[in-house]
């Protein structure tokens, strides 16, 4: 089994095997699956195939195979496929993994089912899974798994290893955790320490006690800023009183950051983060009417406002040519500004102390953009109209248009935030009504007062 | 010196510390930088300050602080601050960094000075830097460091054991690399099987050797998808001959998946993922005069068109009061098919196997959705205006334009790419180009044609 595919690798395989799926050569595709593909190889070609093609695929599997490969998949799917599957099915299929995976599964599955499958459980493997259901997926809590080392800190280097050659060891072991009697966490051991220092060395003396346990109810995003800045591969996670729960691994840390960086595009178009590219044609229509829907009601307000001014474009047509002009550049403003807002969000450089600096900058970054546009336009408007009045107006409609954008954009982040909605998903339909209106107000309004 | 602190905590400090900045309270403020913050919390907090407040805060770190902050601060900074030293300095200020960073560092600045640095430093590390610089930053080799444990396969355990005690071991060893006596890599020997393996078992017998070493050309997504599938700590780096040249770590593939997410979504708004949320007002606004004026052509194309129709709107006014809204409907179906396109691009899901029956499935979405809404449009139409034609018309235009829309939604990306041009950055643009144009003139040439 090839342990790292590239992506040419990746497709290249990918084809082989499609190729295979249409000529029902039974053993190829059972090659691929058993030898030449691992688990999240094979997941990466489920997600990236029809689902005629998948559904045909998930059969070759075995209900060993199906259980490696249904991690690396994808919410939906694992949704998909575990509805298919009877809760001992499901038990069979997930038995081999982690806790915390298996937590994450559970939550993907109808209430109904997931408390069959905890009653299977062996009790322990069932009272470690419910500790951890106990926890929101996107806290620090949900995202820890319970498979952790511990060890007290007045033992020496010797004892812990001869313990560490009894115990199976997980996956990721870069450190030890040191806990008292309470199983309070006190430090971490890395492993290298144990290689590098004398048996006869206690852990006290060489733990590092500076490394603070975060909290299980920290938020994902929390958590992946602390791995990002202190460069982690592990950290503890502890209850309100100090109790070491369990640990977080950086591969989850890296799923976390692919995650928001997902959502953060994804909901720019109005698309959930979890958005099947290759789900079937009805579904994906249904899911991106709405943002169709939401966009198409902003429109025609901004159409409502512009009919206000109908009996001043039947006099000059040029109002209703040069008027998306306006709004457009307002949309363009806005956006940039929101953009970085919500990015300094997200990297918490922004904050309530610099947040008006932050406004009275972007005013002046408006400011200039809008002169320096302003003149262009008004510029263009002249050879175009020859009309020295129109492109004063529109010159002053861009000016007043971009301010607007900026201010708006600068501080819907933290309004919409306060009250609990999301900016990335609603900020941009939001701030385009807003330099749509604005736009369409602004240089009509001025246009029937001064030009009619 | 707290080693994790949460944002919460940071804004905290941050604010004492810009606090005790104005009072001009020297001592607290120095007692802030040399116990209360750790560098990169120093860094982050000079990120996300006005100018004026960076350059005071700078003047009061050491050399030793501004050579441990400065590997943490944004490239631009680092160049910003890096100019303002001589070569001597910068020796002295970055002497005690990774040999990576100091690539990357020198790859910041002007030629001349780097060259100085280069030469001032001792041999050893000049020849270790040149190595790296030698390969691009976005790749493999540009992500490397070079400070990897290499043993042989023919060794015991013990031997590596005295060996490691016998030198200093770099941060996140996860793992020692096996090479044969060409250097060329043979495999992986995970530091946990030292300890839980008896001593005398010789590397050959553990070593993993399904880890395949990573082509130092490859491209730094490529490596993080591999590090993302195989939930990797550090891999091993190679030249085309497999001989071991370096490795990469994880926290370093973080930063390379925080920057193409923030490439992602900065760049839709036309902005560099490095731009600085801080910078002075006439900087920024140069940044994003640029996206401004190039939205400012797309507009006037789309203006120009729509003014081709003059004399038609000049009877039906209610023509320039619809016509932005088939544009805007088409330009949000085609951003959702652009978002989804690229993603898929990114995580590797979408090839060239699976893009027709993609386009075709986008095809469908769209054609769906264009008859929902045509529907729903010309219903308001006829309720607006109570005129069935121009209901008719609309509802035709809708359906031509999101069809449009999302053909070019689907295809743009690829086309963009096989003439080496980003489609996260010029996608957008482009898109709602063809979508203005292909809106007004389907809408405003059938109207013109059926209705006068």
Redesign the interface.
């Known amino acids: ?4 595919l ?2 040419e690798q ?2 290249h395989y ?2 082989d095997l ?1 190729e295979a799926l249409e000529d029902g050569d039974t053993e190829r595709v059972q090659r691929f699956c058993d030898e030449e593909l ?1 688990p ?2 094979i997941a ?1 070609v489920i ?4 689902t005629k093609v998948r559904e045909l695929l998930w059969q070759y599997l075995d209900e060993e195979q199906q259980g490696d490969v249904l991690p690396h998949l994808n919410d939906e799917l694992q949704q998909a496929y575990l509805s298919q599957m009877s809760a001992h099915e499901i038990l069979e299929t997930t038995q081999d993994l982690d806790s915390d995976d298996l937590a994450d599964m559970l939550q993907q599955m109808e209430p109904g089912v997931s408390s069959q499958v905890l009653e299977l459980m062996p009790p322990s493997t069932r009272a470690e899974v419910e500790g951890l259901l106990a926890y929101p997926e996107d806290t620090a809590g949900g995202l820890m798994n319970t498979d952790v080392i511990t060890v007290r800190a007045d033992v020496t280097l010797e004892t812990v ?1 001869r313990y ?2 009894r115990r199976e ?1 997980p ?4 450190a030890l955790w040191v806990v008292n009697r309470n199983f309070g966490y006190v430090g971490k051991l890395p ?2 320490k ?3 220092h004398s048996p006869d060395t206690t852990v006290r003396e060489i733990m590092d006690s ?3 346990g ?1 909290k299980a109810s ?1 938020h994902e995003d ?1 958590v992946a ?7 982690l ?1 592990s ?1 503890p996670v502890v209850n309100d009183h100090g109790i070491l729960l369990g640990r977080i ?3 989850d ?3 976390v ?2 995650e ?3 959502h ?3 909901s ?4 959930d983060e979890d ?1 099947d ?2 789900a079937p ?2 579904k ?2 249904r899911n ?2 709405v ?3 939401i ?2 009601i902003t ?2 307000v ?2 409502a406002v ?2 206000q001014f ?1 009996a001043s ?2 006099q000059i ?9 306006v ?3 307002g949309g ?2 806005g ?2 500004t ?3 807002m ?3 969000m997200a990297t ?7 947040l008006v ?2 406004i009275g ?1 972007e005013l ?2 408006g400011a ?2 809008g002169l ?2 302003a003149g ?2 008004a510029t ?1 408007t002249i050879i175009w109209y020859s009309d020295v009045y129109l492109a004063a107006v529109i010159a002053a409609a861009i000016i007043i248009n971009l301010l607007t954008a900026v201010l708006a954009g600068a501080s819907l982040p933290f309004l919409l935030k306060s009250v609990k909605i999301d900016p990335a998903l609603s900020g941009s339909v939001i701030l385009t009504t807003i330099t ?1 209106v604005v736009g369409f107000l602004t240089f009509l309004g001025l246009a029937t007062f001064f030009l009619l």
Chains 1, 2 share one sequence.
């Open positions: 089994m090839p342990s790292q590239n992506q990746l497709d990918r084809a499609l691992a999240v190889e990466h997600e990236s195939s029809p290893l560490l050659r060891i996956d990721h072991l870069d492993i290298v144990l290689l590098t500076d490394i603070e975060i920290t929390k800023q602390i791995f990002e800045r202190h460069d591969v950290a691994t950086v591969d840390v890296l799923d950051i692919r928001s960086a997902d953060a595009v994804m720019m178009a109005g698309l958005e590219t290759f044609i009805v994906s229509s991106r009417a943002w169709l829907g966009n198409m429109a025609f901004a159409a512009m009919s109908e474009i039947a047509v040029a109002l209703a040519v040069l008027s998306p002009v709004a457009s550049m363009i403003a956006s940039q929101l953009t970085l919500i990015r300094g918490g450089h922004i904050n309530r102390d610099n600096w932050l900058r002046g970054v200039l953009n320096l546009w262009v336009i263009i749509d």
